[in-house]
């Protein structure tokens, strides 16, 4: 056990449970948490999960925006149902994404698991978009993900780092509850308030 992989546990383990309270302050300390991961992977041979992470500091960034300034004229964005025209496109971003890394790790030298790797990695993605869009469906996503990295990083000797994402896996079924709660409360209201009525 390494001080990066601690440092991961504990910034990791901020992060999700922030982004599952609703608390902004998910993307900065989950910034800081894609840093060390990127460090942690990269020596572990899992090179996927490890670019993965530059792809997390750059949303990370793109989500702290969009949470704070990305709703109607640029007030707080609010959670919302993923809509149904985007779905075909998470879909087939997932499958192609899965498609591709599998390929290109399975050509890579020193690469322990390309499939999983590349799965987990492609899922991750459209998890962390839909996150940054606050699509109430991302912790379905973020959970398929975590029940297959548990397995993985246990198989890596990354044992830590699997019971890490066991708690990921608790937190995101607390995030989804939280999440959906609020979503039915936003919803409510609305429907309670009725049209705006004009001058």
Known sequence: ???????????????????????????????????????????????????????????????????????????????????????????????????????????????????????TTALSLVAQYMLARKWLENWWVWISADVIYIVLYANTGLLLTSFLYGIFLMMCVVGYRHWKKTWTATSQSVLEAGPAVGP
């Open 1 to 119: 056990m390494s001080l990066t992989e601690v440092l991961g546990f504990v910034t990791g383990a901020a992060s999700v449970w922030l982004a599952a309270r609703d608390n902004v302050w998910n993307w900065p300390i989950g910034i800081a948490n894609s840093l060390f991961f990127l460090f942690l992977f990269f020596t572990a041979g899992l090179y996927a999960n490890s670019g993965l992470q530059i792809f997390y500091i750059v949303i990370g960034f793109y989500g702290w925006y969009a949470w704070l300034r990305g709703g109607e004229a640029k007030t707080q964005l609010d959670i919302s149902r993923t809509p149904r025209r985007a779905l075909p496109y998470l879909v087939t971003a997932g499958l192609i994404g899965t498609i591709i890394l599998t390929s290109a790790l399975d050509r890579l030298a020193g690469s322990t698991a390309p499939l999983w790797d590349g799965l």
